[in-house]
C-alpha cells in the first residue's frame, strides 16, 4: 500500500470530465485496435525506457505479451461513496485474529526479527505490525501482473508520467532478475509484496537480508521483514522510542488546530493538562523535551493520543493517519498492550473480519445477491443491510455494524 494513498488523494482532487471521457474512448475501442494503440504506446516509451537504463532486449522480452486492461481505469478513477468512520476501519484491521497470527508470527520469526533490529533498530513489534496490515502476514499481496497493470497505467488514464516511472521500475527489477516476471503481481497500482512497496520503492529500498545474492519481497520472508524495517529506518524511525499512546484530556481543553504536526513539547502538553490514560504524569512515559502532536480521530470525545516522529515515519508508509493508528495500535498489541481505553463515541461499534464475515453469511442465507462473504463490505453488501436495517426498524445506513448483526442474529 505503500505510496497508494498518496495516489488515491492526489487522484480525488483531479476527478475530471476528461478522464472520463479519455477512459469511455479507450474502454470502447474494439480489441485489436486497442491492442494496436497499446503497442504504438510501448514504441512511443520504448527510448524512454532506454534511457532509463532498460535494455532493447530486456523491454521487449518484457512487453511483448502485454495486453493493456482497461479495467484498472476504472479503479483510478473510482471515488469510495461510503466513507468508514475510523472505529469500522480499527476494529476491521486490528481485530483478534490479526493480533493472534502476528504473535504467532513474531514468535516464528524471532530470530530473523532480532537480528533486523539489531542492523535498522526498529522493534519487531512494528515490522510485524506493518507487515500484517500491508499484506496480512504475506497472505494478500494482490492479483495483478505488474507489467500489464503498470504498463497499462502507463498508456492511458490520468498520472501517466507517475506510472511510467513506476512501470520503468518494474522492468528493471525484471532486467536485474531480483524477482521472476510470473511472481510480480501486486495491487492495481503497482504495489507488490509481503511489504507492498511500490517499484521505485523497492530499487530505493529493498534489501537482501538472508544474503542469496536477490533482494525479493514475493517469497523471502526475511529480505521483506528486513526491507519493512530499512524503509522505517531510511525515513528517520528513532529506535527505542515510542511512537505514542493514549492520554486523558482535561474537560476545558480546545482541540481546534491541534494535529500529527503540530508538536509540543511534553512540557507545554503536561501544563495544559494532559496526562497519560490512567492519570499517570506525562513525564513518568518520556521525556519533557519530545516533542508530540496530539491526535483526536473521532473528536475530543473519543480516544486521544500524544504522537511523536515514529508515528510521522509510520504514516509515511502510507499517507493516513488511520491507518498509522492501525499499525500502531497492533504493534501495542502485539506487544500484550490493551485496547484503547476511552471508547470511540458511537453506540454501534465496528466489527473484525470474522463479524463482517457472518454478516454477510446471513445475508446470503436470506437470499441476497452479494457474492462471496469475503469479509470485503462492498456496495451489494451495503444494499443487503439497508434493506434488513429498514425491516428491523433500524436507521438505514447501509453500515456493517454491531447494531444490524446483533439484530439479524436475534431475528435468524
Ligand atoms: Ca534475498
Same mark, same amino acid.
Request: hydrophobic share 40%; glycine share 8%.
Given at each position: @500500500?505503500?505510496?497508494?494513498? #498518496? ?56 512487453? &511483448? ?34 493480533? #493472534? ?27 510485524? +505490525? ?29 498520472? #501517466? ?11 528493471? !527489477?525484471?532486467? &536485474?532478475?531480483? !524477482? ?14 509481503? %511489504?507492498?512497496? @511500490? ?21 523471502? %520472508? ?18 527505542? #522510542? *515510542? ?24 512540557? %507545554? ?11 499517570? +504524569? ?6 519533557? &523535551? ?5 491526535? %483526536? ?5 473519543? *480516544? ?52 463482517? !464475515? ?26 443487503? !443491510? ?27
Amino acid at each position: @500500500m505503500n505510496g497508494y494513498s #498518496q495516489r488515491k488523494s492526489a487522484i480525488a482532487r483531479f476527478g475530471s470530465l476528461f478522464s472520463f471521457i479519455s477512459l469511455f474512448f479507450c474502454a470502447n475501442l474494439p480489441v485489436q485496435a486497442q491492442q494496436a494503440d497499446f503497442a504504438a504506446c510501448l514504441d512511443r516509451l520504448q527510448p524512454e525506457a532506454q534511457k532509463a537504463g532498460i535494455s532493447g532486449q530486456a523491454f521487449r522480452q518484457f512487453t &511483448s505479451d502485454i495486453v493493456p486492461d482497461m479495467s484498472i481505469l476504472e479503479k483510478l478513477d473510482y471515488q469510495p461513496e461510503f466513507k468508514q468512520p475510523i472505529w469500522d476501519y480499527m476494529a476491521a484491521l486490528v481485530d483478534e485474529q490479526r493480533i #493472534q497470527e502476528g504473535k504467532q508470527n513474531l514468535s516464528l520469526h524471532k530470530h530473523t526479527l532480532s537480528r533486523i533490529q539489531e542492523k535498522y533498530g526498529v522493534d519487531p513489534a512494528t515490522v510485524v +505490525a506493518v507487515w500484517g496490515v500491508e499484506s496480512n502476514f504475506g497472505q494478500t499481496f494482490g492479483k495483478y501482473p505488474l507489467t500489464q497493470a503498470l504498463g497499462t497505467l502507463s498508456c492511458y488514464g490520468r498520472r #501517466q508520467a507517475f506510472f511510467q516511472k513506476e512501470f520503468f521500475a518494474t522492468l528493471r !527489477i525484471l532486467q &536485474s532478475g531480483d !524477482i521472476a516476471p510470473e511472481r510480480l503481481v501486486g495491487s492495481w497500482a503497482g504495489a507488490f509484496g509481503h %511489504t507492498q512497496f @511500490m517499484p521505485t520503492t523497492f530499487e530505493r529500498l529493498a534489501v537482501d537480508f538472508d544474503g542469496d545474492g536477490q533482494r525479493d519481497l514475493m517469497d523471502n %520472508t526475511e529480505d521483506a521483514l528486513a526491507s519493512t524495517a530499512n524503509y522505517l529506518s531510511k525515513n528517520g524511525w528513532r529506535s527505542g #522510542q *515510542p511512537w505514542g499512546f493514549e492520554v486523558k484530556l482535561p474537560d476545558n481543553l480546545s482541540i481546534a488546530g491541534e494535529g500529527r504536526k503540530k508538536k509540543r513539547s511534553i512540557q %507545554t502538553w503536561i501544563s495544559k493538562g494532559l496526562t497519560d490514560i490512567n492519570g499517570k +504524569a506525562l513525564d513518568t512515559r518520556v521525556p519533557t &523535551s519530545m516533542q508530540a502532536g496530539l491526535l %483526536t480521530p473521532a473528536g475530543a470525545k473519543g *480516544p486521544a493520543f500524544l504522537v511523536f516522529k515514529n508515528f510521522d515515519v509510520i504514516y509515511s508508509y502510507n499517507a493516513a493517519e488511520s491507518y498509522a493508528l492501525a499499525i500502531a495500535h497492533l504493534s501495542d498489541r502485539l506487544k500484550g498492550k490493551g485496547p484503547f481505553k476511552n471508547a470511540w463515541p458511537t453506540d454501534d461499534l465496528g466489527l473484525s473480519r470474522a463479524q463482517r !464475515i457472518t454478516l454477510q453469511k446471513i445475508l446470503l442465507q436470506k437470499g441476497y445477491d452479494i457474492g462471496e462473504a469475503d469479509g470485503l463490505i462492498g456496495s451489494k453488501t451495503r444494499e443487503a !443491510i439497508k434493506t434488513e436495517q429498514t425491516r428491523l426498524g433500524l436507521t438505514a445506513d447501509g453500515r456493517a455494524g454491531q447494531k444490524i448483526l446483533r439484530a439479524l442474529q436475534s431475528s435468524n
